[in-house]
């Protein structure tokens, strides 16, 4: 049995010259959620804006860079969340110098991007999701989703986020498991219910 007291969570920065560093020490107010409705994962955090080898944090987390949370336990670290610092805002009250981050998973631009699909009659319902993963640079990690054929369908400016709901209920009202979207560690997957 997993003994929660033992679990500590560390807060990474990755740049984007790929330098990794450990912002833990100066992180406070971390958390990460997923709303109702929105595929995507959101990651909240403040962060002290001290100097580092001579540069102040607001200059070196910066939007389009990369916050990763790992949980620690008996020595082993597994990533937990992962997003793309999309909000950034740094303030000063007094003596307090901080910067407030908000940061998205990879399935943000899906969520927040409008397009036009056309759906040929007969097309698998994994053909048509790859596709728009492939499209927008999505990584994918698994696909254990429904490849059923869909009928002729026109999306017109329809968020990307709401296709690929769509064509996931399509498939479970002809008889496919029920399946959920998940970024994790830079890639998208598609899994069953209750199997993550």
């Not at 670290?77 to 998973?105: C, N």
Request: proline share 3%.
């Amino acid at each position: 049995m997993l003994d929660i007291t033992k679990v500590a969570y560390k807060v990474y920065l990755v740049r984007e010259n790929g330098e990794q560093l450990d912002i833990t020490d100066v992180s406070s107010d971390v958390g990460w959620d997923e709303n109702e409705g929105e595929l995507a994962q959101r990651l909240s955090l403040t962060l002290g804006n001290i100097v580092h080898k001579g540069k102040r944090i607001s200059t070196l987390a910066k939007p389009n860079c990369i916050i990763i949370i790992k949980a620690e336990i008996d020595g082993k670290a597994e990533e937990v969340a992962r997003g793309k610092i999309t909000e950034w805002s740094p303030t000063r009250s007094g003596s307090a110098d901080e910067l407030d981050l908000q940061a998205y998973d990879e399935l943000y631009d899906l969520q927040s991007s409008q397009d036009n699909r056309y759906v040929s009659a007969g097309t698998g319902t994994k053909t048509i999701i790859n596709a728009i993963f492939k499209d927008w640079g999505i990584p994918v990690g698994k696909y254990e989703g429904p490849n059923v054929s869909h009928a002729k369908t026109t999306f017109k400016n329809e968020f990307l986020s709401d296709i690929i709901l769509e064509l996931l209920e399509t498939a479970h009202k002809h008889g496919a498991p029920d399946c959920i979207v998940r970024a994790s560690k830079g890639k998208v997957s598609i899994i069953p219910k209750a199997s993550n």
